[in-house]
Nanobody, 115 residues
Framework: VQLQACGGGLVQPGGSLRLSCTAS????????MGWYRQAPGQERELVAS????????YYAGDVRYRFTISRDSAKNSVSLQMNSLKPEDTAVYYC?????????WGQGTQVTVSS
């Protein structure tokens, strides 16, 4: 498998979810990784990224201090811990390298924040 994201679901505002993505080793081990999201009618956007050495991270302004990205080199996986979720976080979430180099994004995982 190249990229496979999971962990989404329906959560109330203020709740938490943890997303996980498993990548093929040849992709994961040599690239920075990112989480992206696409809300209905909007462009896909970068939410967070982590350097391949795991030492540096980036967060979009509206998720900073709420989301935490991490990577597990032993499992070739990248995770996104999402806390204090808001309705505007509703989207399909995808992982890819950062910048996105894998052409097939996979199905992503749906996150819906609603009461």
């Amino acid at each position: 498998v190249q990229l496979q994201a999971c962990g989404g679901g329906l959560v109330q505002p203020g709740g938490s979810l943890r997303l996980s993505c498993t990548a093929s080793a040849h992709i994961f081990q040599v690239n920075n990784m990112g989480w992206y999201r696409q809300a209905p009618g909007q462009e896909r956007e970068l939410v967070a990224s982590i350097w391949k050495d795991g030492k540096n991270t980036y967060y979009a302004g509206d998720v900073r201090y709420r989301f935490t990205i991490s990577r597990d080199s032993a499992k070739n996986s990248v995770s996104l811990q999402m806390n204090s979720l808001k309705p505007e976080d509703t989207a399909v979430y995808y992982c890819n390298t950062q910048p996105p180099l894998v052409p097939h994004w996979g199905q992503g995982t749906q996150v819906t924040v609603s009461s």
